[in-house]
């Protein structure tokens, strides 16, 4: 649901790592992405990140996405409050814990866009 708002701050940095299946000319190389991905395979090099040495560390897998292809995930939990002004009007925001996230990826989000996107959501 992090689509809701375009939040790229709550997207990995990186996925993977994903085989090569061969080279698109000069600049773009087609990976073997898992079915479910939803995105096409073919990434200018500038997007892709070398991987050194032999040790695999797998990484999260791709996030599911919506038909319109924002990824989907829950808060988890709240780490912190506080309270910011907006318009001359105190607004809550808490620090939410995403789903397949670590919490160094939480980010501030209004308390009301959190209990009105997910009702079923217990700080």
């Not at 940095?13 to 061969?22: E, S």
């Not at 808060?75 to 105190?90: F, G, I, Q, T, W």
């Amino acid at each position: 649901a992090f689509g809701l708002r375009g939040s790229l701050k709550l997207r990995a940095k990186f996925y993977g790592p994903f085989r090569i299946l061969k080279r698109i000319g000069k600049v773009a190389y087609h990976l073997q992405l898992p079915e479910e991905a939803g995105i096409h395979p073919v990434f200018h090099v500038s997007q892709l990140k070398k991987h050194v040495g032999n040790l695999v560390v797998p990484l999260p897998n791709l996030p599911l996405v919506d038909e319109d292809g924002n990824i989907k995930t829950e808060p988890v939990a709240v780490l912190a409050r506080r309270v910011v002004p907006r318009r001359n009007e105190p607004v809550t925001q808490w620090l939410v814990h995403w789903e397949n996230l670590s919490p160094e990826d939480a980010t501030w989000e209004d308390s009301a866009f959190i209990q009105a996107t997910f009702p079923h959501f217990r700080p």
